[in-house]
Protein backbone atom coordinates (compact mmCIF):
# COMPACT_ATOMS: atom_id res chain seq x y z
CA UNK A 1 0.00 0.00 0.00
CA UNK A 2 3.25 2.69 1.09
CA UNK A 3 4.15 1.62 -2.85
CA UNK A 4 0.91 2.86 -4.65
CA UNK A 5 1.06 6.00 -2.14
CA UNK A 6 4.38 6.92 -3.14
CA UNK A 7 4.24 6.40 -6.87
CA UNK A 8 0.71 8.10 -6.50
CA UNK A 9 2.34 10.97 -4.80
CA UNK A 10 5.43 10.90 -7.82
CA UNK A 11 3.04 11.31 -10.11
CA UNK A 12 1.07 14.19 -9.00
CA UNK A 13 3.81 16.08 -7.99
CA UNK A 14 4.98 15.87 -11.70
CA UNK A 15 1.80 17.00 -12.97
CA UNK A 16 1.91 19.87 -10.83
CA UNK A 17 5.34 20.72 -11.83
CA UNK A 18 4.21 21.10 -15.21
CA UNK A 19 1.74 23.65 -14.29
CA UNK A 20 2.13 26.94 -15.19
CA UNK A 21 0.83 30.19 -13.15
CA UNK A 22 0.75 33.22 -15.60
CA UNK A 23 2.91 36.35 -14.39
CA UNK A 24 4.55 39.50 -15.49
CA UNK A 25 7.70 37.30 -17.34
CA UNK A 26 4.73 35.59 -19.75
CA UNK A 27 3.68 39.84 -20.88
CA UNK A 28 5.43 39.88 -24.47
CA UNK A 29 8.72 41.86 -24.64
CA UNK A 30 8.51 45.71 -25.80
CA UNK A 31 10.87 44.47 -28.49
CA UNK A 32 8.22 41.77 -29.61
CA UNK A 33 5.30 44.21 -29.57
CA UNK A 34 4.56 46.10 -33.10
CA UNK A 35 2.83 48.90 -34.12
CA UNK A 36 0.54 50.69 -36.50
CA UNK A 37 -1.09 54.42 -36.16
CA UNK A 38 -4.32 54.12 -36.74
CA UNK A 39 -6.87 57.42 -37.07
CA UNK A 40 -10.46 56.90 -36.09
CA UNK A 41 -13.64 59.87 -35.82
CA UNK A 42 -15.71 59.56 -32.31
CA UNK A 43 -18.29 62.13 -32.11
CA UNK A 44 -16.93 64.00 -35.24
CA UNK A 45 -13.40 64.26 -33.09
CA UNK A 46 -10.43 62.74 -35.55
CA UNK A 47 -8.47 61.16 -32.65
CA UNK A 48 -5.34 59.95 -33.65
CA UNK A 49 -3.53 56.34 -31.75
CA UNK A 50 -1.68 53.02 -32.01
CA UNK A 51 -2.83 49.68 -32.06
CA UNK A 52 -0.39 47.53 -30.98
CA UNK A 53 0.03 43.75 -31.35
CA UNK A 54 2.03 40.78 -30.11
CA UNK A 55 2.37 36.89 -29.89
CA UNK A 56 3.82 35.20 -26.95
CA UNK A 57 3.60 32.37 -25.41
CA UNK A 58 1.29 31.07 -27.92
CA UNK A 59 -1.23 34.22 -27.29
CA UNK A 60 -1.96 36.90 -29.60
CA UNK A 61 -1.93 40.37 -27.27
CA UNK A 62 -3.72 43.56 -28.70
CA UNK A 63 -3.81 46.99 -26.79
CA UNK A 64 -4.18 50.51 -28.39
CA UNK A 65 -3.46 54.11 -27.31
CA UNK A 66 -5.62 56.79 -28.75
CA UNK A 67 -5.40 60.90 -28.03
CA UNK A 68 -1.25 60.89 -29.12
CA UNK A 69 0.64 60.54 -32.07
CA UNK A 70 3.54 59.00 -29.92
CA UNK A 71 4.25 55.23 -30.41
CA UNK A 72 5.70 54.18 -26.94
CA UNK A 73 7.71 51.44 -28.77
CA UNK A 74 10.39 54.56 -29.33
CA UNK A 75 13.22 53.16 -27.17
CA UNK A 76 13.38 57.07 -26.30
CA UNK A 77 10.31 55.76 -23.68
CA UNK A 78 12.12 52.90 -22.53
CA UNK A 79 8.93 50.78 -22.26
CA UNK A 80 8.48 47.78 -19.69
CA UNK A 81 5.98 45.42 -18.41
CA UNK A 82 4.53 47.16 -14.78
CA UNK A 83 2.01 44.84 -13.82
CA UNK A 84 0.54 41.60 -14.79
CA UNK A 85 -3.51 41.00 -13.72
CA UNK A 86 -6.26 38.28 -14.85
CA UNK A 87 -9.19 40.26 -15.17
CA UNK A 88 -12.64 38.45 -16.54
CA UNK A 89 -11.01 35.72 -18.30
CA UNK A 90 -8.16 37.73 -19.81
CA UNK A 91 -4.66 38.23 -19.39
CA UNK A 92 -3.61 41.73 -18.89
CA UNK A 93 0.08 43.54 -19.00
CA UNK A 94 0.30 46.75 -18.18
CA UNK A 95 3.49 48.59 -19.54
CA UNK A 96 5.04 52.20 -18.43
CA UNK A 97 8.42 54.29 -19.69
CA UNK A 98 9.83 57.18 -19.47
CA UNK A 99 7.84 60.52 -19.44
CA UNK A 100 9.22 62.90 -21.25
CA UNK A 101 8.84 67.03 -22.27
CA UNK A 102 9.06 67.52 -26.03
CA UNK A 103 8.17 71.12 -27.14
CA UNK A 104 6.30 72.17 -24.48
CA UNK A 105 4.23 68.32 -24.25
CA UNK A 106 4.46 66.28 -21.80
CA UNK A 107 4.20 62.62 -22.87
CA UNK A 108 3.17 59.90 -20.20
CA UNK A 109 3.93 56.18 -22.29
CA UNK A 110 1.05 53.40 -21.05
CA UNK A 111 0.06 50.76 -22.58
CA UNK A 112 -2.06 47.64 -21.88
CA UNK A 113 -1.84 44.58 -24.30
CA UNK A 114 -4.43 41.76 -23.37
CA UNK A 115 -4.94 38.30 -24.66
CA UNK A 116 -7.46 35.61 -23.75
CA UNK A 117 -6.65 33.27 -20.84
Known sequence: MNYKFAVGMLAAC???????AA????????STIKSAAFQETIQGN?????KYTAKS???????????TKDDYLSPKYELKAETFNVVNGKLRCDYGGKTLVENGETAVPNLR?????
Open 14 to 20: VLAGSAH
Open 57 to 67: GGKEWTGQTGG
Open 113 to 117: LTAPQ
Open 46 to 50: TVDGF
Open 23 to 30: DIKDCPAP
